[in-house]
């Protein structure tokens, strides 16, 4: 096991399989993340003729919300776990608007001017190379188009991860509290990119929403199981080891917060947009 919760951060994320292992817990755990989703959907301004990419799409958060509301969501992700979440779900709601397709970001299977709108929610801040995954969404979108970001910001505007992460070095000190998720989590970082690309009239945008779990154990077992950095320290001891540190870290979180109900903890990200030119490509 790596020692480094950044390292494990990087590690982790930039792997697909990574991904497919908590896809099933992610799922589990989307519903605590709805308020980013429709968030995202509402400053976006979508209309019902709109053809959407959901970049880094995952289990499908944000799909589910957008199709009722646009002509077609593509939805694509590296994780075959991820994918097939969704594939259920089209077979289950006959949503006969979605197309899921398993793919790198970095390297779309779309034509050129396909989209009107692409959106990226939590994840192309994950891809290795990042310029190159911007310029694939300039390549895809119709000139006038829009990119949507959603981006988490630094650790110590999360809450619920960094209590998490505080938890977990209180009980291993070795797991080192992360100051970032990424390193997109910066306007001057953010805007560098996106107009080096070649996207203008970038738009960024502070929001703080709460993610919402029944109970304490909820949130520390869902975000545990569900994100791939805190697998892979789960997943590098016995379970009896586990339950130990289960247990301390629960009793910490519980000191902090004193409550075992409802947990509402807010988390801050960064909605980012920006337009295809007109006349250029
Ligand atoms: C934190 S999840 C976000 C999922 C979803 N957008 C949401 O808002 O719930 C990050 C997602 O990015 C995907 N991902 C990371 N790197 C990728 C890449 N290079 N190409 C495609 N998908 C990638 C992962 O498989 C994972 O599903």
Known sequence: MSESPRDLIKETVGESEAWSMVAKDYNDMIH???????????????????????????????TRMLHSKVRKVYSYDFSIGMIHIINSYI?????????????????LIYKDRFFDKVFGMFGLMFFPDRIRGLLETVRVLK????LILG???????????????????????????????????????????????GLKDIDIEKKTFNTMFHSLEDMFDSFINGAPPFVVIK????????????????????GELETEDNVNLPMACLYVKGQKPEDNF
Not at 32 to 61: E, K, P, Q, R, W
Not at 238 to 254: H, N, P
């Open 91 to 107: 077979a289950s709601e006959q949503a006969a608007n979605i197309f899921p397709t398993v793919g790198d970001g970095e390297n």
């Open 235 to 254: 997943n590098g001891m016995q379970s009896g080891e586990w339950k130990s540190v289960r247990d301390q870290c629960l009793a910490f979180i519980y």
């Open 32 to 62: 605590a993340f709805s308020a980013f989703h429709d968030y995202a959907i509402s400053t976006a301004h979508v209309n019902d003729n709109d053809v959407v990419l959901d970049l880094a799409c995952g289990s499908g958060g944000l």
């Open 143 to 146: 000139p006038g188009g829009t």
């Open 151 to 197: 981006v988490w910001c630094p650790v110590k505007e999360l809450e619920m991860v960094n209590l998490l992460f505080r938890a977990l070095n209180s009980v291993l000190p070795q797991i080192e509290i992360p100051e970032h998720v990424s390193s997109m989590d910066s306007e001057e970082v953010i805007r560098g990119e996106l107009t080096g690309v």
